[in-house]
């Protein structure tokens, strides 16, 4: 099985802050998503990423992936306490859409 | 338009009784998939199912039984259960590249 490395592993910071967190494979991603899972609840989908070198942004949120397709990044400008909660990168896998899934970075963001 | 359910939200079970989850969509997706969540480890495939009648084995299957009777439900059994299956379980549908996910259920066996 194809793993998935996120890093880093805890992630702690104030509000206003700059933040990157890494999704890093050994083999090349046929496609990577990124989810946003909050306390108590199902992880929720943030983007797909598709083509190498591919940038997409969300609000705050900005998502790069690498030109390889064996890593993707996701950055916070202006980290708010409102971002707080694990990050997952997860790759579909064709032809049943099924998700391998990386350990995920847990962010805590202070006011 | 609820999206993905999953009932109970919570359970706890003694070492060797059984019971099932039930998760329920209503968008009409063909594709259904059981993950557990476990600290450190990210989610895990269990059991995936991709239209009514069908099922098939994911990554940590040993131990679960799935059924898909209906488009609409997916239910998770677990026949005897073990300690090492306490974990937090979800649900999701997808349709195309898009994974829609339940709010899980927590189960303690002890």
């Known amino acids: 099985t194809q793993l998935l490395e996120q890093s880093p592993q805890f992630l702690s910071i104030q509000e206003g802050e700059n933040l990157t967190v890494y999704c890093n494979s050994s083999?090349?991603?046929?496609?990577l998503q990124w989810y946003r899972q909050e306390p108590g609840e199902g992880p929720v989908l943030l983007v797909t990423?598709?083509?190498?070198?591919e940038v997409k942004k969300l609000k705050r949120l900005t998502f790069q992936f690498g030109d390889a397709r064996k890593d993707s990044s996701l950055h916070i400008t202006a980290a708010q306490p409102g971002d707080t909660g694990l990050y997952l990168c997860?790759?579909?896998?064709?032809?049943?859409?099924?998700?391998?899934f990386g350990t995920g970075t847990r962010l805590q963001v202070f006011p | 338009n609820a999206g993905v359910t999953q009932t109970p939200k919570f359970r706890v079970l003694k070492t060797g009784q059984s019971m099932t989850l039930l998760c329920a969509q209503d968008?009409?997706?063909?594709?259904m998939y059981w993950y557990r969540q476990d600290p450190g480890m990210g989610l895990r495939l269990i059991h995936y199912?991709?239209?009514?009648?069908?099922?098939a084995k994911g990554e940590v299957p040993d131990g679960y039984n799935v059924s898909r009777l209906k488009k609409q439900n997916f239910l998770l059994g677990l026949e005897s259960a073990a300690p090492s299956q306490t974990s937090v379980y979800f649900c999701?549908?997808?349709?195309?590249?898009?994974?829609?996910f339940g709010p899980g259920t927590r189960l303690t066996v002890l």
């Open positions: 999701a549908s997808s349709y195309g590249l898009a994974a829609f």
């Open positions: 083999s090349v991603f046929s496609s």
């Open positions: 990423v598709v083509t190498g070198g």
């Open positions: 997860a790759e579909p896998r064709n032809p049943t859409d099924k998700l391998i």
């Open positions: 968008m009409n997706h063909e594709y």
């Open positions: 199912s991709v239209g009514e009648g069908t099922t």
